[in-house]
């Protein structure tokens, strides 16, 4: 490969970091968070890359009427290469609100750099491997070396609540093959020493249980929703972890996890005896577990309860979600990235499975295989988020070495 390569790459550094801070200054929050979408943020990216030497800029928008504009954006910037077959790069416009603003140390969309961070809402989710994905092409055509690969860099809208506006309405347009390469730098394991090639299935679960409210000392004249509930969590918290204690090394952690979290607000006062509980349960399932399986736990537990204590007990599940086909090891996607890495940075990725849920599963669950893969410091989300400048760069390397032969 041409060092000029590399070396364009690290001129790019202030520009890279002044890019990114344009884009935190930009909000993109999609309408499920009250935000007004995308556009903005799409049309600057859009005029933006004009000159990276793309050979086509084309947008897939997907229709919205809950935002000004009435269109959620995607772009898909396409760069020709030595062989028709394609490696996209998948990164993500939309952010998650700011949440509360007394823990945040600065203004999160204004954007501060300070011992090589750049701080803001969306600077590593997924401000910062936008920036390198576009990047790593710019220093490819600015130094004249034609890609093996066509590239194609993917941005799109909605990743952040649920992707129906987003990469599943692009993967709708066929613009990728079963035989591409797909690469969706949206996760870091230890800071990019890991890629996850799978993921465990999830199942959220919302148990209701309706008994009879009533006076608290009167207790015989009630069916008290709170104790049956905390006699059913229990029940089901140590039966879903005793039944299903498989363990795959892979993983991290390596068995199914099952964890009560939301409950709602019973009733206000003390004296009173609750008759409706809610309580939610987030599970993330190894592969080889049945979903129906898991279920079928909870709605046992349901019955017998209902039996012994004259309450409702309904069970929902909120979420579902099988665990999509694992990328294989020895893919091309995993191979060239593994290869890019260790020629860049001191180390070889080890490649690992994760209990979240990345949107590497829609290419996967259409017979394409993908990885997932950056270096950050997995700040998603969280107030003082930050991307680290020397990441962004080496990101953009790899990226740049990945297309080429």
Known sequence: MDESVMENIEKYREEMKDTL??????????????????????????ELIEDFGFDSIERFDAEDDRVPDDIRPNIVATKKGEVDKNLAILTHMDIVPEGDLDEW?????????????????????????????????????????KPHYTIKIIIVSDEETGSKYGVQHVLEKDILDKDDLVLVPDHSEDEGKGIEIVEKSGLWTKIEIHGKQGHAAMPFDTINAN??????????????????????ELFSPSNS?????????????????PGKETQYFDCRILPTIQLDEVKKVFEDAADQFEDETGAEIKVDYVTEMEAPEKTPED???VKKLITAVKDTTSFEPEVVGIGGGTVAKHFRDKGIPTAVWC?????????????????MIRDCKVFARMAMD
Do not use: C, W
Request: glycine share 8%; no cysteine; proline share 6%.
């Open 331 to 333: 893919s091309e996607v």
């Open 105 to 145: 140390d600065t203004d999160p969309f204004e954007p501060v750099f300070k011992n090589g961070k750049i701080y803001g809402r969306g600077a590593e989710d997924n401000g910062q491997a936008l920036v390198s994905s576009i990047y790593a092409v710019k220093a490819l055509s600015d130094s004249g070396q």
């Open 227 to 248: 104790r049956i509930m905390a006699r059913y969590q229990n029940l089901v918290d140590e039966e879903l972890r005793h039944k299903f204690d498989q363990q795959d």
């Open 257 to 273: 996890t099952f964890e009560p979290t939301k409950r709602l607000a019973n009733v206000p006062n003390v004296n009173s005896i």
């Open 21 to 46: 801070m344009e884009l935190i200054r930009i909000p993109a929050i999609g309408p499920d968070n009250d935000g007004d979408g995308e556009k903005e943020k799409a049309d600057y990216i859009e």
């Open 375 to 391: 270096s950050n410091k997995g700040l998603a989300h969280q107030p003082n988020e930050y991307a680290v400048l020397d990441y």
